[in-house]
């Protein structure tokens, strides 16, 4: 059974950083896109970022570009999100997913991920 397990949530200061773990288990990690999801209280969850399974091909929204940084360690089965100069609007539960084989690398949809973690809180205040 596939499990994803994130970590590193909390609550800082506006202009903080954290770093964002999600350990996967149950499966070969390396072969699949991996994702970050956010979900602020009230709207719908977003994509945020993804990485190629090798690590050298991300995709990021706008709103975290020159921010926050994905990166994977394959041999740990764990991807990261370095979230820097934090801002009280990145507030939300951040959930790592698996990307299902086969979806095109240019989909940022949900649908488009077939594993999820449990979300972790993330609290960012002015």
């Known amino acids: 059974q596939v499990q994803l397990v994130e970590s590193g949530g909390g609550s800082v200061q506006a202009g903080d950083s954290l770093r964002l773990s999600c350990t996967a288990s149950?499966?070969?990690?390396?072969?699949?896109?991996m994702g970050w999801f956010r979900q602020a209280p009230g709207k719908e969850r977003e994509f945020v970022v993804s990485?190629?399974?090798?690590?050298?091909?991300?995709d990021y929204v706008d709103s975290v570009k020159g921010r926050f940084t994905i990166s994977r360690d394959n041999a740990k089965n764990t991807v990261y999100l370095q979230m820097n100069t934090l801002k009280p609007e990145d507030t939300a539960v951040y959930y790592c997913?698996?990307?299902?084989?086969?979806?095109?690398?240019?989909?940022?949809?949900?649908?488009?991920?077939?594993?999820w973690g449990q979300g972790t809180q993330v609290t960012v205040s002015s």
């Open positions: 990485i190629s399974p090798s690590g050298t091909t991300t």
């Open positions: 149950g499966r070969t990690f390396s072969p699949y896109v």
């Open positions: 997913a698996s990307k299902r084989p086969g979806t095109s690398w240019y989909n940022r949809q949900l649908t488009s991920y077939d594993y």
